[in-house]
């Protein structure tokens, strides 16, 4: 019988490395930030008056950005939960020492003097996530804002087709060729 042994994953390893190794092992490439031409992260005034290349590259630049930030988002969420694993070790260790009869308000207080980095930490990471969603939500209407012009002009375009086809059947608008 053949043994196999496990390969071992050094301690120093997070939970996010773990995790981003895994993706990698399964050929999931996580997005990184490059090519995001910042130049083209504030939008103008007046979006009506720029071209429409440069709108395509405002709108390929603020979905890059959101693309980027959702993956922020993901690493920050495990940042989070390696916190709130510590924090949860932190509180175990320091309840086992204390009494039983002591009351949870104030096993709760020595957990906040003893544990005060974890859970400003935890705060912290709590705030970036909200902070990032937001953010996501500002490109999300960005994004929408884009696209409806770049829909406009199509619209547009499309129609002084029509009108120039309807011209060509028709004659001038109002009169009808006979």
């Known amino acids: 019988m053949k043994v196999v042994k496990k390969k071992s994953t050094p301690a120093s390893e997070t939970l996010s490395d773990k ?7 399964d ?7 490059e090519d995001v031409d910042s130049a083209y992260l504030v939008l103008p005034k007046d979006i009506t008056d720029i071209s429409s290349k440069e709108l ?3 709108l390929n630049a603020f979905t890059q ?4 930030i959702r993956t922020v988002i993901g690493r920050t969420t495990l940042l989070l ?3 709130e694993l510590y924090l949860d070790e932190k509180r ?3 309840y086992a020492e204390l009494p039983v009869k002591m009351s949870v308000k104030e096993k709760e207080l020595k957990v906040l003097l003893e544990a005060k980095e974890a859970m400003k930490n935890t705060i912290y990471f709590e705030e970036k996530l ?3 969603n937001d953010i996501v939500c500002s490109l999300e209407e960005s994004i929408f804002v884009i696209s409806r012009e770049i829909s406009r002009r199509g619209k547009d375009w499309e129609e002084a087709n029509r009108e120039d086809n309807v011209d060509k059947t028709w004659g001038r608008p109002g ?3 006979i």
Request: proline content about 3%.
């Open 27 to 33: 050929n999931i490439k996580i997005p990184e930030y």
């Open 56 to 58: 395509g590259k405002y």
């Open 65 to 68: 950005q959101k693309i980027w």
């Open 81 to 83: 939960r390696e916190q």
């Open 19 to 25: 995790i981003e190794n895994s993706l990698k092992k």
């Open 130 to 132: 909200n902070t990032l």
């Open 175 to 177: 009169r009808r060729k």
């Open 92 to 94: 175990a260790k320091i």
